[in-house]
């Protein structure tokens, strides 16, 4: 369990629990705009995104929702609990009847998204993908903000259990996406 310390400087402390990290373990951080995730029992945080960040994944909500057949849900950060590791992707797009708990379960989840920053670049493209995937999670996509438009990479869990890339979009014109339900896209308008 996480304890925060007042020390003799008035410096913020705090002790790391005795074993794995667990989700209870989450609430007791900060709403401090960090990402703050356990992998495994281990704790990972990442630092608060940019403006350019945060209006690539409203504009991406903004799409999601507008395609979204009825019951279907569009949220941003909401957490994902997987059997040692609670995630938490930029945008998560649930079936529906989903539970509607805080923290998804992966059975409810069509699709998550990640928007990389240089900080979560690797973490978004090497890591987070697998732990998807090996939940049962069908489709991940990955937006690479980087350089003068947005660049939509869109994977489909294989026969595998592992994302294979279906496509990568970018630019203005409207392209048709089938997965989580058919939408239309064009990510050069995202910001």
Known sequence: MVAVVLGQSSVLRWSAPGGA??????????????RYEIVDGSLHVTPPPDSRHEAVVAAVVTTLRGAAPAGWWVCS?????????????????????????????????????????PTSRRYD????PTLYADAGIAAYWRIDPAG???????YCRGADGTYELERTVA?????????????????????
């Not at 493209?125 to 987070?128: E, S, V």
């Not at 003068?148 to 869109?154: F, G």
């Open 148 to 154: 003068p438009e947005p660049q939509l990479s869109v």
């Open 21 to 34: 990290w667990t989700e209870p373990d989450l609430h007791l951080f900060p709403q401090d705009g960090h």
């Open 77 to 117: 950060r909401l957490g994902i609990e997987l059997t040692t590791s609670n995630l938490v992707p930029d945008v998560t797009v649930l079936r529906p009847r989903s539970s509607g708990a805080s923290w998804s379960d992966p059975d409810d989840v069509a699709l998550v998204v990640e928007v990389e920053t």
């Open 171 to 191: 630019g203005a014109e409207l392209v048709k996406l089938d997965s989580p339900y058919p939408v239309r896209v064009a990510p050069s308008t995202w910001y």
């Open 125 to 128: 493209r090497l890591f987070k």
